[in-house]
């Protein structure tokens, strides 16, 4: 049986407004313990940091509020989760998704459409 280990991830730039859409190997993430997802414009949008593959922080500068704010979970979590979706504490604005890959990719792209249906409608 294959066990896909590699975790899907969705996030905006604070710098440039551009949706990242990433794949993290939590193979690559036991060799160095950390993980920088960065936007073509050079800007960490995501940090992900472990000492054990076990536990996973992840450090996400918020484009809402403009604070880091840190999520916390473990490897069973990260892998069996459909889709984590990661809100801004403050505002409850949806930052990121993590998650399978598959499945990160058709949420974000579904937020995409809802959030250009809103500009839209208040002919932003």
């Keep these: 049986m294959l066990f896909d280990t590699n975790i899907g991830a969705a996030v905006r730039c604070t710098n440039?407004?551009?949706?990242?859409?990433?794949?993290?190997?939590?193979?690559?993430?036991?060799?160095?313990?950390?993980?920088?997802?960065?936007?073509?414009?050079?800007?960490?949008?995501?940090?992900?940091?472990?000492?054990?593959?076990?536990?996973?922080?992840?450090?996400?500068?918020?484009?809402?509020?403009?604070?880091?704010?840190?999520?916390?979970?473990?490897?069973?979590?990260?892998?069996?989760?459909k889709v984590k979706i990661l809100s801004c504490p403050a505002?409850?604005?949806d930052i990121a998704f993590v998650g399978n890959k598959t499945l990160v990719e058709e949420v974000a792209q579904k937020h995409e459409r809802d959030l250009q249906e809103l500009i839209n409608v208040l002919e932003i």
């Design 91 to 93: 505002s409850q604005m």
């Design 16 to 81: 440039c407004g551009k949706l990242i859409m990433n794949e993290i190997s939590l193979f690559n993430l036991s060799r160095s313990g950390m993980y920088e997802v960065k936007c073509s414009c050079g800007r960490t949008v995501m940090t992900v940091k472990s000492s054990n593959c076990k536990n996973f922080r992840i450090y996400i500068p918020c484009i809402v509020c403009e604070k880091d704010h840190l999520y916390m979970f473990d490897s069973r979590q990260a892998l069996t989760q």
